[in-house]
């Protein structure tokens, strides 16, 4: 009877899962539409490359509650990003590096590092994010998972509006990441729900680079998961344009752990 009983629980649950998920189905392709013209132009320009090849900037990071730190930060379109901790501003202490092949993390206290390839960073196929992605979120700008050209992508993109509110957000059809479009044509919302994950990034203050286009200056962003969460709001300062390539990090002298380990040497500092 105990057995008879839990596989009727377990048939429910089923049932019900499958009915909720029917329903999510159901509302995305209820609610998304074909891009006309003018908002397939300004899917299009959010696609394409921005109007500069790189940026540099210093970025205050507070996670959660906890009070401020400085990082630098230096990237290149479609080739780096990389991010840097400096203590007092003179010693650098700890680098990420990322880039459309892989990710390295090193930390100069220890003398270790570590890297694995783009594609294998934990949750990342489940998010079905690749380095597009991450590199728009820093910049501002949309991706669509693992297509290029804005021409080819934005056949991949759909369009939801927010009520009565003048702001659009695409959608990617591939990787179901949502963006928020304002009437400036900022993104000014990033989000993305998988299970009882849910990821979002709220860009505001826009400023432009000189010479430029318009950057956000905050970063609001947010990751719930289950019960859980975890806040951080990054502040850009100081942002120019970074016309020169970005300098590697040399490796030698350093000895290689598993990313596990750094994994949880960070998640320890956090």
Not at 89 to 100: D, F, Q, R, W
Not at 147 to 158: D, F, G, T
Request: net charge positive; charged share 20%.
């Amino acid at each position: 009877m105990r057995h008879r009983t839990d596989s009727l629980k377990a048939v429910s649950i089923l049932a019900v899962a499958l009915c909720v998920i029917s329903m999510m189905l159901l509302q995305s392709c209820g609610s998304a539409r074909q891009l006309k013209s003018e908002s397939q132009d300004k899917a299009t320009m959010l696609l394409s490359d921005p109007p500069l090849t790189g940026f540099s900037a210093r970025a205050s990071v507070a996670l959660g509650s906890n009070s401020p730190f400085t990082v630098s930060v230096r990237t290149r379109w479609d080739e780096i990003i990389q991010i840097s901790y400096n203590a007092l501003g003179l010693v650098e202490i700890a680098v990420v590096e990322l880039t459309p092949d892989k990710i390295i993390l090193i930390s100069r206290v220890n003398r270790i590092y570590s890297e694995l390839p783009f594609s294998q960073v934990p949750y990342i196929n489940d998010l079905k994010a690749d380095f597009r992605t991450v590199q728009g979120l820093f910049w501002g700008r949309m991706s669509v998972y693992r297509i290029k050209n804005p021409a080819e992508a934005v056949s991949h993109v759909s369009m939801l509006r927010k009520g009565r509110s003048e702001e659009i957000i695409f959608v990617d059809d591939a990787s179901d990441f949502r963006y928020t479009i304002d009437t400036s044509d900022h993104v000014v919302s990033v989000s993305k729900s998988i299970l009882l994950y849910k990821a979002s990034i709220d860009y505001s203050s826009f400023s432009g680079i000189p010479g430029s286009f318009q950057m956000p200056q905050i970063l609001d962003c947010h990751i719930n998961y289950g019960l859980k969460s975890l806040s951080a709001k990054v502040r850009y300062r100081n942002l120019s344009v970074q016309n020169g390539a970005v300098s590697r990090n040399d490796l030698s002298g350093l000895r290689r752990v598993e990313f596990s380990e750094m994994l949880d040497m960070i998640k320890s500092l956090i």
